[in-house]
């Protein structure tokens, strides 16, 4: 289990560190695009890179949320819960039934980069394949999957790595 926990809590850092690579990429575009413009020189097809960026920027970002425990999660009501056997099979439920929805997002996400994939998509105006950008999100929805299904594992047998659970305030004050 803790060998497990290593890889993920690598693969969560390599995410973090995409998505920010992609927000900066985006900054950069954004500046250079905007001091161009205002000297008059455009640069054909910025928005069609921009879009590019923002898919490993949000679903690597994604990804590191998820090991983060930073994820979308009721997590105002379930914290405070004190019973820790009824907030565990609850957090443990809540994870296991948002798998099911980001496997049904990672599943379309890769028929579609093998749909698309075959036909050779590109982006308009500057002819980028679109391949791999699809293909970074399908990976970072595997990786969210399976943080995901090890939560609900260590949930199971009882093992809470949540940041802000009664105990670790406590523990923290």
């Given at each position: 289990?803790?060998?497990?926990?290593?890889?993920?809590?690598?693969?969560?850092?390599?995410?973090?560190?995409i998505?920010?690579?992609?927000?900066l990429a985006?900054?950069m575009?954004?500046?250079?695009?905007?001091?161009?413009r205002?000297?008059?020189?455009?640069?054909?097809?910025?928005y069609?890179?921009?879009?590019?960026?923002?898919?490993?920027?949000?679903s690597?970002?994604?990804?590191?949320?998820?090991?983060?425990?930073?994820h979308?999660?009721?997590?105002?009501?379930v914290?405070?819960?004190?019973?820790?056997?009824?907030?565990?099979?609850l957090?443990?439920?809540?994870?296991?039934?948002?798998?099911?929805?980001?496997?049904?997002?990672?599943?379309?996400?890769?028929?579609?980069?093998?749909?698309?994939?075959?036909q050779g998509?590109?982006?308009?105006?500057?002819?980028?394949?679109?391949?791999?950008?699809?293909?970074?999100?399908?990976?970072?929805?595997?990786l969210?999957?399976v943080?995901?299904?090890?939560?609900v594992?260590?949930?199971?047998?009882?093992?809470?790595d949540?940041?802000?659970?009664?105990?670790?305030?406590?523990?923290?004050?």
């Amino acid at each position: 289990m803790r060998y497990a926990q290593r890889i993920l809590d690598f693969l969560s850092r390599v995410s973090g560190m995409i998505a920010v690579a992609g927000i900066l990429a985006l900054m950069m575009l954004t500046v250079v695009t905007v001091v161009f413009r205002a000297i008059g020189i455009a640069f054909p097809g910025t928005y069609v890179i921009a879009e590019l960026l923002l898919i490993p920027a949000i679903s690597f970002a994604l990804a590191y949320a998820t090991m983060q425990n930073e994820h979308t999660g009721v997590s105002l009501f379930v914290e405070r819960l004190q019973h820790r056997r009824f907030r565990l099979t609850l957090k443990g439920l809540m994870l296991g039934l948002g798998s099911l929805f980001w496997m049904a997002v990672a599943l379309a996400t890769i028929r579609e980069a093998i749909r698309r994939g075959a036909q050779g998509e590109t982006s308009p105006i500057i002819n980028i394949p679109i391949a791999p950008f699809r293909w970074m999100m399908a990976t970072a929805m595997i990786l969210i999957c399976v943080t995901l299904l090890f939560k609900v594992v260590q949930l199971l047998f009882g093992h809470d790595d949540s940041i802000n659970t009664p105990e670790k305030l406590e523990n923290k004050l």
